[in-house]
Nanobody, 121 residues
Framework: QVQLVESGGGLVQPGGSLRLSCRAS????????MSWYRQAPGVQRELVAT???????NYADSVKGRFTISRDNPDNTVYLQMNILQPEDTAVYYC???????????????WGQGTQVTVSS
């Protein structure tokens, strides 16, 4: 059974930093696009950042310049370095793994359980 286990969330003051980690029990981890999503109470889940299998990265406009996504393929781990955190970054952060097969005809996708990030003074 595939598991994605997030860690590193917590309470931080505005302007502070946190580093989230997600370790995945995936075979061929390097073939998956890895993403971080977040969901605040009463708000739809939103994509925060993605790092593809070929190491391209994309970020939501709201986090560009503050967050950095990276991956360690031999360790099956993806990271999200979050700097200059603001109260509006408060949310549950979820790790996502996605692999597309057969020119999009098949998709394999997995989610972690989430880790809470709270930015407050």
């Amino acid at each position: 059974q595939v598991q994605l286990v997030e860690s590193g969330g917590g309470l931080v003051q505005p302007g502070g930093s946190l580093r989230l980690s997600c370790r995945a029990s995936l075979v061929l981890f390097s073939a998956y696009d890895m993403s971080w999503y977040r969901q605040a109470p009463g708000v739809q889940r939103e994509l925060v950042a993605t790092i593809t299998s070929d190491l391209s990265t994309n970020y939501a406009d709201s986090v560009k310049g503050r967050f950095t996504i990276s991956r360690d393929n031999p360790d099956n781990t993806v990271y999200l370095q979050m700097n200059i955190l603001q109260p509006e970054d408060t949310a549950v952060y979820y790790c996502n793994a996605k692999r597309v097969y057969d020119l999009g005809a098949r998709v394999r996708e997995y989610w972690g359980q989430g880790t809470q990030v709270t930015v407050s003074s």
